[in-house]
């Protein structure tokens, strides 16, 4: 069964430092995003993409986050200076469509940022 | 957006059936209802999805009454494994979707 892959599946840094996420999306899909999960607490959505753009994006999703699809296959999340809040559980998703109504998202099984 | 409500928690016992409802009474015309679990440590996976009367899948029913106002996941002879975190979201076509606290569901032997 396709499935969306997401590396590192830990990473540690220092606050302050820069860190990208990588994701490889199904490959047949053209909607991607990117939510996070600060431990204990619920899913949020930070950003989606479509056709090298960003379709929506939350409040969280500020100037220190950013997304890029640098090759057919690979779907980056880079923070760019790190604070102690972004350590969390970054989930990667995937859709065919982007109707999240009748659509169906694929997520990762995700990439846990911890911030020292 | 709608807003959900659905119980914080719930226990169960192996083969057993879990029915957890959850309320969504400002629903529009055009959002959809969709469930996922989530077991710890893992990202959310779909279980479920419709729009109204009754949707069963190899999984899980969702029943939906006529006012759309709740919605019904009901999970079959449940057994340990089932124990996660289930989600109610509802939906319209707008690139997102924004999950609630959800249920958590606990099987015991």
């Known amino acids: 069964e396709p499935e969306v892959t997401q590396t590192p599946s830990h990473q540690v840094t220092q606050m302050g430092q820069e860190v990208i996420l990588h994701c490889v999306p199904i490959s047949n899909h053209l909607y991607f995003y990117w939510y996070r999960q600060i431990l204990g607490q619920k899913v949020e959505f930070l950003v989606s993409?479509?056709?090298?753009?960003?379709?929506?994006k939350s409040e969280i999703f500020d100037d220190q986050f950013s997304v890029e699809r640098p090759d057919g296959s690979n779907f980056t999340l880079k923070i760019r200076s790190t604070k102690l809040e972004d350590s969390a559980m970054y989930f990667c998703?995937?859709?065919?469509?982007?109707?999240?109504?009748?659509?169906?998202?694929?997520f990762g099984e995700g990439s846990r940022l911890t911030v020292l | 957006l709608a807003k959900t409500t659905q119980p914080i928690s719930m226990d169960s016992y192996e083969g057993q059936e879990v029915n957890i409802t959850c309320s969504h009474n400002n629903i529009a015309t055009n959002d959809y209802i969709t469930w996922y679990q989530q077991f710890p440590s893992q990202g959310p996976r779909f279980i479920i999805q419709?729009?109204?009367t009754k949707v069963t899948n190899e999984v899980a029913s969702l029943f939906i009454p006529a006012d759309r106002k709740s919605s019904t996941l009901s999970l079959p002879r449940v057994s340990l494994s089932d124990t996660a975190v289930y989600y109610c979201?509802?939906?319209?076509?707008?690139?997102?979707?924004?999950f609630g606290a959800g249920t958590t569901v606990t099987v015991r032997a």
């Open positions: 419709g729009y109204k």
């Open positions: 998703a995937s859709s065919v469509s982007g109707n999240t109504a009748t659509g169906e998202l694929f």
């Open positions: 993409f479509y056709n090298n753009e960003i379709s929506e």
């Open positions: 979201l509802v939906a319209s076509n707008d690139y997102k979707l924004s």
